[in-house]
């Protein structure tokens, strides 16, 4: 099972950007579907973005397509998330999971190996 680790979050004005790492160890971290998800305080943990384990294949939740950017590195064990555009309703702890395939790749229970999260805080 692949455990991850979720890291670059901060404090930036909106219309600036942010890019964040999640960091995997495992063998097998190649062969999973990596996915972002966000959660701010009061709500339920939302999908942004999942790609599939060669990168060829990515979705988007509505709210960030055009301005968020999923990407991996294998050799790395990393995938990216690249913001652009930052708007004060992204502000959330952003957290990456790992998935078996992109079946249902929107929902939550499909992914562990949860990391602690990293905090994004957009201000206004």
């Known amino acids: 099972q692949v455990q991850l680790v979720e890291s670059g979050g901060g404090l930036v004005q909106a219309g600036g950007s942010l890019r964040l790492s999640c960091a995997a160890s495992g063998r097998t971290f190649s062969t999973y579907v990596i996915g972002w998800f966000r959660q701010a305080p009061g709500k339920e943990r939302e999908f942004v973005a999942a790609?599939?384990?060669?990168?060829?294949?990515?979705v988007y939740a509505d709210s960030v397509k055009g301005r968020f950017t999923i990407s991996r590195d294998n050799a790395k064990n990393t995938v990216y998330l690249r913001m652009n555009s930052l708007k004060p309703e992204d502000t959330a702890v952003y957290y990456c999971g790992a998935a078996r395939s992109m079946t249902a790749v929107g929902t939550r229970s499909r992914y562990d190996g949860w990391g602690q999260g990293t905090q994004v805080t957009v201000s206004s």
């Open positions: 790609i599939r384990w060669s990168g060829d294949t990515t």
